[in-house]
C-alpha cells in the first residue's frame, strides 16, 4: 500500500485553497452585466395578501424589475414539492398544501417571499425592497404542532384538513399492545426534540444567467446535489428545459441536510434573469438563514418501554407529533417516517415495536433532513427512556443496554431494517474504558468537595446510512433513484480525472476519493483531480446527504476503477508480451509477477492514446464509466459517554469529558472520520446545551440573530476521546459504513443523560440552556 492510499492519515489536498482564502464560492461569481436581487419577505407568520404596489419601487435608481408571484405563476413557473410519498395508515395519500415560489395569494410564515427586486448593486435592490407597498391581511397563526391539530387552530392549507399532512404507523400495534400489557415494567416519557437551524457556514446563494442568444440557463447555487436541482427545476417547476439548463455547485461551505432542497431562490434568480435580461445573483445575509432555511428536528413524542422480569424489552410503543412547518419541503416527509421509525429498534433485540407518526403544518419556516435527519430523533428517544429504564429499574444503565444488545446477524428489526454487521459490545467497552467509567464514583465525590453536581450519560446509537437501493425506497415512496454515478477517465500522460455525482462541501473528497485511486494503481494523489458539482461535466448523480459518499459514491468509483485496471492490465500484457493474468499494478507501474518485467503506468496510457501498439479490436483511450445502486443501508454504530460537571449556583453546565467509540466499517482517512466526528459531536453538543429555536404565538421568529441563538464556540467543548473499531460493511466493496452524521446523531441524549444523572431527575428540556438548568436544580429543593 502506497503512503497515499486507503488508511493513511493524508492531509486534505483541498485545504490549501481554503485556508489560503483561493476557495470559490456562489457569492465569488461575477458574469458580465451581473445585477443584485433582494427579497421582500412577509412580516406576518399567516394573512391573505391584499394589495402589491411596485411602482414606487419600480422608480427608484438602479432598479431593473419588481416581480411578484402572478407574473410567476402567468409564465407557468411551478410549485414546490415534497418529493417522497407518504401514504397515511387508511391509505389516502399525505396533503400536500401548495408553495408558490413567490406567494401571491397568502402567507404562511414570516419570510415567506412576496416580491423580487433586482437592481444594480444589492443596496439598491434593498432600499427598492423596502418601497415595495403590501397590504395584508393578518389571520391567526399557530407555531406549535400540538396546538395545531385541535378544533380551535387556524386552517394552514385547504388541502390538509385540521393541519394534518398524514398519519402514518409502522410496526405492529396488537403484539406491541400486547407486550406493554404482559410487562413486569414499563417505562413511560414524553420527549421533546428541539427544533433547529442548520446555520452552515457559508449562507445559501444563487446566480441565475438566461443566454438569450443560445436560449440557456446557467444557476450558480449553494447545492449539496445539483442534478437533483436541474432534474426537479426543468420536469416540476418549469424553469427551463433540462437539457437548457446547467447547474453549477461550486465550493460549498458547508451544508448538513439544509442545503440538499431547491428553495424559491434558486427558482426566482433563474426566471428573474430571463425576465430582465440580466443574470440575477442573490445571496441570504444570515437573519434570511435563519428566517428561510429548512430547519431541523421539532418532535414531541410518547414512549412506553416494555420489560420483562429480567429486564429484557419485550415491546416499544411510540407516538410522534412531527412539525413540517408552512410548507412540505423537498424530503421532509421521510425524516418523520422511512428515515426515523426504522430506527426504533435502535442496537437492541426488540421484538415488538409500534410507530405512529402524524406530520402536521404550521406557521413557522419548513423542516426538513438536518444531520443526521430522523436518525437523531430516534436516537435521542430511545437512549433517553433506557437511562431512564436502567434508573427506575435499579441497574447499571451499560449493563441493561449490553443485556438487550443485538448479537447475531444479519438481524431482522420489526421495523424493517435488516442490520448486516456490527458489535455493539465491543464499543460500548471501548467506550467505558476511555472514560475510565469505573473511576466515576470518586471524580463525583470529589467534585462534590468543591460544591459541584458531576454526572455521567452514555448513548448508544445505529444509524443508517448510503440511502438504499432504489428499488426499496421507490417502493417506500420516494420520487428518485439513490445510486451514484462516478466516471474514471486515465489521460494521455497518466494523470487521472475522477468525475463523481456525489458533492463535496467539507468531507474531504478531494482527497479520500484520490486515495482510492492511489491505492489501485500507485499514482500520487497529486496527479488524481476529483470532478464534481457540474451537472454540464459529471454525468447524472445523486449529490452528497445521509452520509452516502463513501458507501454509495466511493463504491461507484471502485466499479469504474475495476474496468480501468482490466483494460489497464490488457493494453500492458500487450506491450510486454505477457499473460494478462500475470500483470500485477505496483507502485505505478504495471508488472509481471515474479520478473522484473514492467511498463511505467505514464507509458500504458500514452499507448492507450497513440493506439499505435493495441491489442486487436481493442477501442483507443482509456476512460470507464459506472453507476451503483447499494443492495441494502449501512449500519454503523458506536456508544458515546459524556461527563459534566454543573454549578448548581448558575446553573452552568460544563462537558469535562467526551468519548466516541465507533464502528464505521473500513475506513479510508483516519484523520478525516476523526474530524467528522468532531464536527457531529459539537452540533449534538449545541443541540444539547445552547440551540433552541424560538417563535412567539404569533410565528415571529424570536431566535433570528446569532444574538439570540447560541452556537457552540471552542471553550464550550472539551477535547475529544474518539476511537473506532471494524465490523466491514458486507454490503459493498470497501467495507465502508459513513461517519458524517455519527456525532450529531449519538450525543444529544448522551449529554442530557449525564445532565439529569448529575442533579438526579428524569428528564431536562433541551437546550439544557443554565436558566433551564438552574430552575431544574431548585426544583429538586422543593
Known sequence: MGIEGVGARVARKEDKRFITGAGR????????????????????????????????????????????????????????????????????PMKMGAWSPLAFDRVRYVGDAVVVVVAETKGQARDAAEAVDI???????????????????????????????FDWELGDSAATNAAIKAAAHITRMKIVNNRLVPNAMEPRAALGHYDKAEDHYTCW?????????????????????????????????????????????????????KKTGVP???VADRTESFLTDAHGRDHVSTVEMAFDKDNRITGLKVDTIANLGAYMSLFSSCVPTYLYATLLSGQYDIPAIHANVRAVYTNTAPVDAYRGAGRPEATYLLERTMETAARELGVSPAELRRKNFITSFPHQTPVIMNYDAGDYAASLDAAMA??????????????????????????????????????????????????????????????????????????????????????????????????HGDTDKVQMGMGTYGSRSGAVGMSAVVKALDKVEAKAKKIAAHLLEADEGDIVIENGALKVAGTDKQVPWFQMALAAYTAHNLPGGMEPGLKETSFYDPSNFTFP????????????????????????????????????????????VAQGIGQALLEGTRYDASGQLLTASYMDYAMPRADDLPSFKV???????????????????????GSPSAVINAITDAIGITDIAMPASPSTVWAAIRATKH
Open 723 to 745: 476511537s473506532t473499531s471494524n465490523t466491514p460493511c458486507p454490503g459493498n466493496p470497501l467495507g465502508i459504513k459513513g461517519c458524517g452524521e455519527a456525532g450529531a446523531i
Open 221 to 273: 447555487t449553494t447545492s449539496q446535489n445539483p442534478h437533483l436541482a436541474r432534474l426537479v427545476m426543468s420536469a416540476f417547476y418549469n424553469v427551463a428545459p433540462e437539457n437548457k439548463l446547467r447547474v453549477i455547485a461550486p465550493d460549498v461551505g458547508g451544508g448538513f441536510g439544509s442545503k440538499i432542497y431547491i428553495y424559491p431562490e434558486e427558482i426566482i434568480c433563474l426566471w428573474a434573469s
Open 637 to 680: 454504530a458506536g456508544c458515546y459517554v459524556c461527563e459534566v460537571e454543573i454549578d448548581p449556583e448558575t446553573g452552568v453546565t460544563e462537558v469535562v469529558q467526551f468519548v466516541a467509540a465507533d464502528d464505521f466499517g473500513n475506513i479510508i482517512n483516519p484523520m478525516i472520520v476523526e474530524g467528522q466526528v468532531h464536527g457531529g
Open 135 to 165: 397590504a395584508y391581511e393578518e389571520l391567526k397563526a399557530v407555531v406549535d404542532a400540538p396546538k395545531a391539530l385541535e378544533r380551535s387552530a387556524p386552517q394552514i392549507h385547504p388541502e390538509a384538513d385540521g393541519n394534518l399532512i
Open 25 to 92: 464560492y456562489v457569492d465569488d461569481m461575477v458574469v458580465p452585466g451581473m445585477k443584485h436581487a433582494a427579497f421582500v419577505r412577509s412580516p406576518h407568520a399567516h394573512a391573505e395578501i391584499k394589495k402589491i404596489d411596485v411602482k414606487k419601487a419600480q422608480a427608484m435608481p438602479g432598479v431593473v424589475g419588481v416581480l411578484t408571484g402572478k407574473e410567476l405563476k402567468a409564465d407557468g413557473i411551478g410549485n414546490l414539492i415534497c418529493g417522497w410519498m407518504i401514504h397515511s395508515k387508511d391509505g389516502s
Open 280 to 282: 440575477v445573483k442573490w
Open 434 to 531: 476511555a472514560a475510565d467509567y469505573a473511576g466515576f464514583a470518586q471524580r463525583k465525590a470529589d467534585a462534590a468537595n468543591r460544591g459541584k453536581l458531576r454526572g455521567i450519560g452514555m448513548s448508544c446509537y445505529i444509524e443508517a446510512c448510503g440511502l438504499a437501493p432504489s428499488a426499496a425506497v421507490g417502493s417506500l415512496g420516494a420520487g428518485v433513484g439513490l445510486w451514484e454515478s462516478a466516471e474514471v477517465r486515465v489521460n494521455a500522460a497518466g494523470t487521472i480525472e475522477v468525475l463523481t455525482g456525489s458533492h463535496s462541501h467539507g468531507q474531504g473528497h478531494e482527497t479520500t476519493f484520490a486515495q482510492l485511486v492511489n491505492q489501485r494503481f500507485g499514482v500520487p494523489i497529486d496527479s488524481v483531480s476529483i470532478v
